[in-house]
């Protein structure tokens, strides 16, 4: 019995295979965010679908914030995998955050598979309008600082 191969059908097979893998392994690491600024504090959106509760650690030391969270991965016994892309394992992201945030108020919450941080802007970085005194010739005019 004579076999037909064909050299192309090969290829994709083996390259769909390494993209996959690729693919899979770049999923793992990848901890899509979405940040915005909102009145005077950031929130920062951190998607972690199936990730433990329990996993999930959020730190900041000097300016880096470090978010990890782990997905723990299925083990049934006795099962035969037709597909498996959803990555497991632990997820980690560093951002390195600029100065005029309060990093000691920092809060997180976690709510259907979607991490959120508020980071409130310090009270010595938010903007400030100044007065101006106007005086007349001769005299020097006193200034004085007011909330915006």
Known sequence: MATRIDP???????LTSVLTADR???????????????????????????ADP???DVNVEDRTLTIRAQRSPRTEDDVQWL?????????????????GLALDAISATYTDG??????????????RRVE????TA?????IT????
Do not use: C, N, W
Request: glycine share 8%; aromatic share 4%; hydrophobic share 40%.
């Open 145 to 148: 600082a007011a909330s915006a």
């Open 132 to 135: 101006v005194q106007h005086g």
């Open 8 to 14: 192309f059908r090969e290829m994709d097979r083996l």
């Open 114 to 127: 979607v991490l959120t941080l508020t980071i409130p802007v310090a009270e010595e970085a938010k903007p």
């Open 24 to 50: 899979t392994a770049a999923l793992a690491q990848a901890m899509p965010m979405d940040l915005y600024r909102s009145g005077d504090h950031y929130v920062l959106h951190v998607d972690l679908p199936g």
């Open 54 to 56: 329990g996993t999930i």
């Open 138 to 142: 001769g005299s020097t005019p006193e």
């Open 83 to 99: 597909a498996k892309e959803r990555p497991s394992g632990t997820y980690a992201r560093q951002l390195t955050l600029g100065r």
